[in-house]
């Protein structure tokens, strides 16, 4: 069975570690992009999407809203679950992220094991 | 030949000022260049501290919020224990629940806890408010005598911030206690406490609302709007005393408060006062909780002769969600022409938002 793969796509450094961390304790291979640029790269370099992205909304260069729709747009990652992790816990932020096309949100400060299990949920349904 | 040991002073007295000028310049400037020298060494030795810092406690740290039960730990200097407590509060903004808790028990094993109380009361500025947030973190009870003094400091960022650190410690135990300072604080800012307050709304609801009602009248009407900006529900009699208030600035503050069916009534007999705010403020109430027998009262209040009061009905009208497209281009053909105006206008704004 091939591993499950996150794309990590958050800017805080130290917020991008302990999601690397607690992702990769739970046997999930990650990748860690910093920034908007980083995320449309690698986004655009390849037709093998990842299980899931975890995507922060405030992000340098390129907002989260924006790779919503890069990945919606194409075919490849379509299908991929999204889970937005945004400190802006307003109501019209999140629907924005839902109408964009993201399958969920949780908001900043997390709790970890409330991300994993929707994670592990969005993982099921795909399955 | 002449050589540098030969060199004399100018006889000339102006000579010898610009000599001197220039020698005292030329100092002060290698001293400039020195300092900036030492700051930047000193700033890359703290920056390698951190980073070295960082390397060995991230991973016990992430360790901790993931919930591992972590064995022996490193020993953290003193001199490393402010930069720790950065690292450490940075984390502590991007988690919450049990992962916090992870946070909260390495710390105090590392005798944080201590620490910071030392310097909440004798550091510099910066290390109070460090302190602070890293005790509000710990909901250190320890610490509460020093947090409440530290609330009524003049200085805003500092106290403000103690008042989230007692909310965090004890909601009602700070309600209690700060309720009618918050009430006289105007220098807080609103968003910083729409936010402590966030999730202490039923601790504080019931102690604003006891301590609104010992307020002197001069002071009710700022209290009454910052208890409305916090969204703070008042109990239904307390709230229809105000709204009944001879004093037209509790009206006006009441009625930011109208958020219940059960004063729908007084909302609407204030849709008659003479005063045109009092109007403004019954409107915008009314667009919330309004039914259809209200539209006809919006409808006339299109024709108020202040622009405001036409501006906001046609907001309310809008707003109702029970209004239909049909219903509302009706209402604009049958309307005079500046109510049509009004109302084509908000259409447009709400179009283009």
Redesign the interface.
């Known amino acids: 069975m091939p591993e499950t793969s996150i794309l990590v796509i958050e800017d ?1 450094e ?2 991008g ?2 999601l690397t ?2 992702l990769q ?1 739970q046997g999930y291979q990650t990748t860690l992009a910093a920034d908007g640029l980083a995320a449309r790269k690698a986004i655009v370099s390849t037709d093998t999407p990842p299980s899931l992205v975890l995507l922060d909304v405030m992000l340098p260069y390129i907002d989260g809203f924006e790779l919503v729709h890069i990945i919606r747009e194409r075919e490849a990652w379509k299908d991929v679950p999204i889970v937005m992790l945004t400190a802006k816990h307003t109501e019209k932020d999140i629907v924005r992220a839902l109408d964009e096309g993201a399958n969920d949100y949780v908001v ?7 991300l994993l299990a929707r994670v592990r949920r969005h993982l099921k349904e795909q399955a | 030949m002449e050589s540098i040991l030969d060199f004399r002073l100018p006889a000339n007295i102006y000579l010898q000022a610009a000599f001197w000028a220039g020698i005292s310049a030329l100092g002060l400037t290698l001293l400039v260049g020195l300092q900036i020298i030492a700051l930047r060494m000193s700033m890359r030795r703290t920056q390698r501290r951190e980073q070295a810092l960082t390397l060995k406690w ?2 016990l740290l ?2 901790a ?3 591992e039960e972590l064995g022996n730990l490193p020993e953290l200097p003193w001199r490393d224990r402010v930069l720790f407590i950065k ?1 450490w509060l ?11 808790e992870g946070l909260n028990a390495i710390a105090r094993r590392l005798g944080c806890d201590e620490h910071m109380r030392k310097l909440l009361v004798s550091g510099n500025r910066a290390e109070r408010l460090l302190a602070t947030l890293a005790l509000g973190h710990m909901r250190d009870r320890e610490s509460w005598p020093a947090l409440a003094r530290a609330v009524h400091a003049a200085d805003s960022a500092s106290s403000v911030h103690a008042l989230w650190a007692l909310v965090q410690t004890d909601a009602a135990r700070a309600a209690y206690e700060m309720a009618p300072l918050l009430l006289r604080r105007d220098d807080w800012p609103l968003s910083q406490l729409g936010n402590i307050l966030q999730n202490a709304r039923s601790e504080w609801q019931p102690v604003l609302a006891e301590a609104l009602s010992r307020t002197s009248p001069e002071e009710l009407p700022p209290a009454l709007r910052l208890v409305a900006a916090l969204r703070i529900d008042l109990p239904q009699a307390q709230l229809q005393a105000y709204l009944d208030s001879p004093h037209v600035d509790v009206v006006l503050a009441a009625l930011r408060l109208a958020r219940s069916p059960h004063v729908i009534g007084q909302v609407r007999r204030h849709l008659e006062s003479t005063d045109w705010r009092i109007r403004l403020q019954a409107v915008r109430a009314l667009g919330e909780l309004g039914d259809r027998s209200d539209v006809a009262r919006l409808r006339t209040l299109l024709s108020d002769p202040e622009w405001w009061v036409r501006y906001r009905a046609a907001q309310a009208l809008l707003a109702l969600p029970f209004l239909t497209e049909a219903e509302l281009a009706q209402l604009r053909d049958s309307s005079d022409r500046y109510a049509a105006d009004m109302l084509t206008q908000v259409l447009a704004e709400k179009e283009a938002a």
């Open positions: 805080d130290h917020i570690q302990i961390f607690i304790r900043k400060p997390f709790q970890p094991n409330e | 991230r991973p992430n360790a919020i993931a919930g690292l940075h984390l502590q903004q991007a988690v919450r629940g049990e992962a916090s």
